[in-house]
């Protein structure tokens, strides 16, 4: 699932934490990569992370790279009218597998 990080617009990076529910990285890690082919298939520049030697452990950090912020706005209204990713967004199956814990945007300065 790796992006090369040289691969990705620097402009603004929006990051999504999410803590994964005891026992259920699979299925967490099933559920982000999921998001991640369907953002890519719009046109989206995806990049995640798993941590495991940090504090806390257990997180999913999802980023989402842009070249500025008019296009991360542009790209927000091409994801909410696409009818694979509201039903995936929706999918009520996914309630405690993970959960945004924090969500925090960036200006990628040289």
């Known amino acids: 699932m790796e ?13 999504s934490y999410s803590k994964i529910a005891a026992g259920k990285a699979t299925e967490a890690i099933a559920r982000v990569s999921k ?3 369907i953002m890519e298939r719009l046109g989206g520049s995806i990049r995640l992370m798993v941590s495991n ?3 806390p452990a257990g997180m999913i950090i999802f980023g989402m790279y842009y070249e ?3 296009a991360m706005a542009a790209f927000g209204d091409t994801l909410n009218n696409d009818d ?6 929706n999918d009520a ?3 405690g597998v993970n959960e945004i814990v924090r ?8």
Request: glycine share 8%; proline share 3%.
């Open 3 to 15: 992006t090369a990080y040289s691969a990705l617009p620097k402009g603004v990076a929006m990051t």
């Open 35 to 37: 998001s991640k082919g």
């Open 53 to 55: 030697m940090s504090n």
């Open 68 to 70: 500025d912020a008019a």
């Open 84 to 89: 694979e990713w509201q039903a995936h967004w």
């Open 93 to 95: 199956s996914s309630f």
């Open 103 to 110: 969500q925090s945007g960036w200006q990628i300065v040289d």
